[in-house]
Nanobody
């Protein structure tokens, strides 16, 4: 059973930075795509950023220009760097991994990590 473990959440002041990590129980390059989503109270879960196996990245409008997603092969994690945090970034951030060799429909989620931005 594949597991994804997020970490790095916490309390940050507006304008500050935070680095979230997604650590899968298998090699990160097993997955076709790894993404970060977030869900604020009372709102639907939304995409923040995703990175494909070959390294192609996509950023959703909500945080474009203030986040960076990458593959960290040394630590076998997919980090999400958040910069210039805003109060509206307060949410639970989830890691999602989709598709793997032999199972294109594979879809895994982590338990989420809380990010709270205060002014």
């Amino acid at each position: 059973q594949v597991q994804l473990v997020e970490s790095g959440g916490g309390l940050v002041q507006a304008g500050g930075s935070l680095r979230l990590s997604c650590a899968p129980s298998v090699n990160i390059f097993v997955f076709h795509n790894v993404a970060w989503y977030r869900q604020a109270p009372g709102k639907e879960r939304e995409l923040v950023a995703n990175i494909a196996l070959r390294g192609d990245v996509h950023y959703a409008d909500a945080m474009r220009g203030r986040v960076a997603i990458s593959h960290d092969s040394t630590n076998n994690i997919v980090p999400l760097q958040i910069m210039d945090a805003k109060v509206d970034d307060t949410a639970v951030y989830y890691c999602n991994a989709r598709g793997r060799y032999g199972d294109a429909a594979a879809d895994y989620w982590g338990q989420g990590t809380q990010v709270t931005v205060v002014s």
